[in-house]
């Protein structure tokens, strides 16, 4: 039998730029033009093999909305994952996206895998944030990267197989939990890393 | 930050009283007469009430004065006084006979008019504009914002644009600075602006420091009732920030631009004004349920109630904007204001119906200081019942998801999941299902209880327009039967299209819509006939055993 591994990812990002969609691309395969904005933060959970471990994915989708930001620590801390998301057609959301890390280095777990996904890539014609300023941007801080389409399925399950390669294998003193912590009073001195 | 709940015994209650007394309940008379008791009444709780108590308008803390109510001579209503015998009701109705139809006349007229200006928007166009694009912004200058029936505005004290029904807020800044001035102005004599009338609109202020609310409304609602909107829209505000915090805010900086807060809210509070003007629940001030059989909401209930935590103070099943159950930590009552805010809430979003939700919200009448945090969920995807459960630990989360699913374990070893599956199928009933010919439509609100019960609006009243119109008859008869100058206990209307009655005790409201070539006599006798079906039917139709954790 295979181990179950709980993995807490939390997403990140400006407000409209896709976190929801991507989500529930992964989750539900399933797309959703008209989806509404998302109030406090919203979680789903989603198991795939990965090597000779199974990771269950504690995801929590936060809401992008200014009123909500005081929130996130809650929702970071003790994450094993972050998926900073911005929109490739928005300036403004990469901007945000740099306020996202900054924070995350700050006062995020150490050793918390962080993922940038450029959302929106079917819009590429009205692109406003080249590629190239993203790869180098991820380079720096030493995040994994990769351009996405929620709505054309284009490198979403590719975005959670990267997070899953850089979890570091399982320590064998650990109980298979790393990164799984629960959002309580439990949490922050387990650490996911 | 958590709201706290244990701390607030001491209610503080406007009207004074939370449930109506003890061991009122006993006597439950079989055909209900209008000298019935507060708490005797059909859809009376039996273990009172889920609800804090409320009076209709309780929020206006400045009494309407008779000079703003127009009123003509020719028109006679039943004076206040308590009616105690059937002969005696459809004695006051005989003599409000046909003079109220010239009055009549005159709505259907206004109503009339409104209808045909052809630069008048139709509702549903506005609507879907703004529930697709977020906010689409309108032209101002354009002759079409000029004419939707009802504007609303929320600005700061420093006059910066907060919200704006229609139209760009950027763009409405010079003409919200004017509506500042306005308040000031008045303000600075020691006076405050309450309304303007004129050209058949009506510019109704409501100020909640920080804030601004203003409508223009050519509605035939009265002023009280449009305060009353805005204030529903302030409560919204709060809802989101808590009135801690947003004191806190302009007390820091007196012009913050608050709309950085509120950025995405729009939708929600967009969604409660269309609410607002098509469901009776906020004109009633009442809860409507979903009809279900008794032994299947108690299972519900029960299960609900099984399924609690510590950190929980109310679990809330809702269908629609209907309630399926409640159930409430002892000694702890929700505000019908704050579960129409949660409804609204519900409804206004589609992002619940994925995953579990947990949001931080304030109920600003139980308590506009902290917030609580709600976990809210859809129990299937394909079917309409939404759970809410409201905690006050933001860290409770998973506690909280385990109640959700304990509840539905509960509810599938029950096997009330068919039973429920099946009420869900016809959320409303029909009002051929009374039995009286004439009837059309009816409101009727148990007053301890804060639930009313509706049927179904159906033909004549088929489109959008017409439905607005009949919601806007109950609103003229609600208006003046809670006019607080002057409070009206019965009231016959004779339109044209229909007549309306509306009959008002201290233990209940009904209102009745039936054919206009039905007789007054009729009538009275379709009020008798009428409220004994719902004494009959009270089990399915209200919550009359309500549960505490």
């Known amino acids: 039998m295979m181990a179950i591994r709980e993995l807490k990812v939390c997403l990140l990002g400006d407000t409209g730029v896709g976190k929801s969609s991507i989500v529930c691309r992964f989750v539900q395969d399933h797309f959703d033009h008209n989806i509404s904005p998302t109030i406090g933060a919203s979680f789903m959970t989603k198991t795939v093999p990965c090597g000779n471990e199974l990771h269950k994915f504690l995801i929590w989708d936060t809401a992008g909305q200014e009123r909500f930001h005081s929130l996130a620590p809650m929702y970071y801390r003790g994450s094993a994952a972050a998926v900073i998301v911005y929109d490739i057609t928005k300036q403004d959301s990469f901007h945000t996206l740099k306020k996202w890390v900054k924070e995350l280095k700050e006062h995020g777990p150490e050793n918390i895998v962080m993922a940038i996904a450029g959302n929106k890539c079917d819009l590429s014609d009205i692109r406003e944030v080249p590629m190239k300023d993203a790869k180098e941007y991820a380079e720096s801080i030493g995040a994994i990267v990769v351009e996405t389409s929620a709505k054309n399925a284009v490198n979403i399950e590719e975005l959670f197989q990267g997070i899953s390669r850089q979890i570091p294998p399982l320590d064998p003193h650990e109980n298979g939990n790393n990164g799984a912590i629960k959002l309580g009073k439990q949490t922050s001195q387990t650490g996911g890393n | ?403 959700k699913r304990r509840f539905q374990e509960r509810l599938r070893r029950r096997g009330v999941h068919h039973a429920l599956q099946e009420a869900l199928r016809t959320p409303f009933y029909s009002v051929a299902q009374v039995g009286i010919p004439d009837l059309r439509h009816f409101i009727y609100k148990s007053k301890s209880s804060g639930l009313f019960t509706s049927p179904e609006i159906e033909a004549p009243y088929v489109r959008e327009e017409e439905k607005e119109r009949l919601l806007g008859l109950y609103q003229y008869l609600h208006s003046r039967a809670h006019n607080s100058s002057r409070p009206l206990k019965n009231i016959y209307f004779t339109g044209p299209r229909e007549n309306l009655l509306a009959w008002v005790t201290s233990a209940f409201e009904l209102y009745i819509c039936y054919s206009p070539l039905g007789t007054k006599a009729g009538a009275i006798s379709a009020v008798n006939k009428l409220m004994k079906w719902i004494r009959k039917e009270e089990d399915r139709l209200f919550i009359l055993t309500p549960q505490t954790y």
Not at chain 2, 289 to 309: G, N
Not at chain 2, 320 to 325: K, P, T
């Open chain 2, 1 to 403: 930050m958590a709201a706290d709940v244990h701390k607030k015994k001491g209610w503080e209650v406007p009207n004074g009283s939370l449930t109506p007394g003890d061991g009122q309940h006993t006597e439950r008379s079989e055909s209900p007469t209008p000298g019935l008791a507060q708490g005797t009444e059909p859809g009376a709780g039996q273990e009172g009430a889920m609800f804090v108590h409320t009076r209709s308008y309780e929020d206006l803390t400045s009494p309407e004065d008779g000079a703003a109510v127009a009123r003509s001579p020719e028109e006679r209503c039943g004076e206040p006084g308590e009616p105690t015998t059937m002969e005696q009701i459809s004695k006051d109705f005989s003599e409000l006979s046909t003079q109220l139809t010239g009055m009549a006349l005159d709505l259907e007229e206004e109503m009339r008019q409104s209808k045909e200006g052809k630069l008048e928007p139709s509702p549903q166009t506005t609507r879907r504009d703004s529930v697709l694009s977020g906010k689409e912004e309108e032209d101002v200058t354009m002759d079409a914002w000029r004419m939707h029936r009802k504007h609303v505005f929320v600005l700061s004290e420093a006059g910066k644009p907060v919200y704006s029904r229609y139209g760009s807020e950027e763009a409405l800044s010079s003409t919200m600075g004017v509506m500042m001035a306005l308040v000031s102005f008045l303000e600075a004599e020691k006076n405050a602006i309450r309304s303007i009338h004129a050209d058949g609109y009506k510019v109704v202020f409501v100020r909640r420091s920080p804030l601004v609310l203003v409508a223009v409304a050519r509605t035939r609602q009265s002023e009280q009732e449009i305060a009353h909107e805005l204030l529903y829209i302030y409560y919204q505000i709060l809802s989101l920030l808590t009135w801690t915090q947003l004191n806190h805010i302009f007390q820091q900086k007196q012009n913050y631009d608050l709309r950085r807060l509120l950025a995405g809210s729009e939708r929600i509070t967009d969604n409660l004004l269309d609410l607002m003007a098509h469901d009776p629940s906020f004109l009633m001030g009442a809860v409507r349920c979903l009809p279900l059989a008794a032994s299947v909401r108690d299972a519900v209930s029960s299960s609900l109630q099984q399924a609690k935590a510590k950190s929980l103070v109310f679990s809330i099943l809702l269908s629609g904007n209907q309630l399926v159950s409640l159930v409430r930590k002892k000694d702890q009552f929700l505000h019908p204001i704050d579960l129409h805010l949660l409804f609204n809430l519900i409804s206004s979003s589609s992002s619940f119906r994925e995953g579990e939700a947990w949001t931080p919200i304030c109920l600003p009448k139980f308590n506009s200081s902290g917030f609580f945090h709600a976990h809210i969920s859809y129990l299937e995807q394909e079917m309409d019942l939404c759970l809410l459960l409201v905690s006050t630990d933001r860290e409770d989360f998973f506690t909280v998801s385990d109640c």
